[in-house]
């Protein structure tokens, strides 16, 4: 079992840039698969990032590429995503997801965090 509290999220203009985290807790939290996943107003839950367990393997759409950095810290047991150059179309509730595979994050997984805001203003 593992338990995910993201945090940084919040209010920017476009351009601006955010880090948010999430902790996980849990014995067994760095063999894991880490990711986020976002929500925006009227549409459907998609991965934005992954990272494998080692930090062997990371995953990002098309839309977040070259502006987002997905990385994780296994003896602090966080994961972070770096946003930068951030655009109104970024604007959603961003939820940290684990995956028991340790490579990648389904949208399956039981394990979500309870979701942080973000708002870009244009």
């Known amino acids: 079992q593992v338990q995910l509290v993201e945090s940084g999220g919040g209010l920017v203009q476009a351009g601006g840039s955010l880090r948010l985290s999430c902790a996980a807790s849990?014995?067994?939290?760095?063999?894991?698969?880490m990711g986020w996943f976002r929500q925006g107003p009227g549409k459907e839950r998609e991965l934005v990032a992954d990272?494998?367990?080692?930090?062997?393997?990371?995953f990002y759409v098309n839309s977040v590429k070259g502006r987002f950095t997905i990385s994780r810290d296994n003896a602090k047991n966080m994961v972070y995503l770096q946003m930068n150059n951030l655009k109104p179309e970024d604007t959603a509730v961003y939820y940290c997801a684990a995956d028991r595979s340790g490579i990648v994050v389904l949208a399956s997984t039981p394990y979500w965090g309870q979701g942080t805001q973000v708002t870009v203003s244009s």
């Open positions: 849990g014995r067994t939290a760095s063999n894991y698969a």
């Open positions: 990272i494998s367990w080692n930090s062997g393997r990371t």
